[in-house]
C-alpha cells in the first residue's frame, strides 16, 4: 500500500507543479506523460531513501 500511495501523492504534487510552471511560463498545452515519468522517477527515489534510512531508534549509550 505505501508503494500505491507513494506513487499516488507523488504524481498528485508532481502534476500540480507541471501545471503551475507552465501557467507561469504562459506555455500552451500540459504535458501529462512528462508528469507521470517524473512522478515514477520521483516514487523510486523516495522509496529508495526510505529503505535506507533506518527505522530503529539510536540506543542511549549514557
Known sequence: M???MTFVWSF?????VNYV???????QGFDFMGGVIV???LSIVVLA????IP???VADHS
Open 2 to 4: 505505501k508503494y500505491i
Open 12 to 16: 498528485l504534487l508532481v502534476t500540480m
Open 21 to 27: 510552471t507552465g501557467s507561469i511560463a504562459n506555455i
Open 39 to 41: 512522478s515514477v522517477v
Open 49 to 52: 531513501i526510505s529503505a535506507v
Open 55 to 57: 527505522d530503529e531508534p
